[in-house]
């Protein structure tokens, strides 16, 4: 389970480090990156991925919100490897789609990891705290 929030900066190479607190105990080999919500990356262990892969594979194709859902997690997926530092490297085509220059948060979202850049993050923030309260009304309804 991946949880908190961290701030780092990208290296002159798009490298990110990922805190060691979210590289867990069990020394992930390899994640996968991609186009994440709201504008950010989403980044899954392997395991993590299958579990959501058989999920996008039963998903309807004859629905076009599905094929197009399909479509932008897919194409901008890649895998990754975290090397000796822990560090992770941001292609540019997701660096540009969440529109990350050099600094980041990263946050801890149960089973994924997400990666913003500083700016969204805080725009993303400032917007959802307001709500946070109403949201958690409307999620009474499913049991939380």
Do not use: H
Not at 9 to 30: F, H, M, T, Y
Request: aromatic content about 10%; some cysteine; charged content about 35%.
């Amino acid at each position: 389970m991946y949880l908190g929030e961290y701030r780092y900066s990208l290296d002159q190479k798009g490298r990110l480090v990922l805190p060691a607190k979210l590289r867990g105990k069990k020394k992930i080999a390899s994640f996968i990156l991609t186009r994440g919500l709201d504008r950010c990356l989403f980044l899954y262990p392997r395991d993590e991925w299958e579990n959501l892969e058989k999920k996008i594979r039963e998903l309807p194709l004859a629905k076009r919100e599905a094929r197009s859902f399909l479509r932008l997690l897919i194409s901008g997926a890649v895998e990754s490897r975290l090397d000796r530092q822990g560090r992770l490297l941001i292609p540019k085509p997701l660096a540009q789609y969440a529109r990350i220059e050099k600094e980041v948060v990263i946050i801890g979202a149960l089973n994924r990891i997400e990666v913003w850049a500083k700016r969204s993050w805080e725009e993303y923030l400032e917007r959802s705290e307001k709500s946070f309260e109403e949201l958690a009304q409307k999620l009474v309804d499913l049991g939380i």
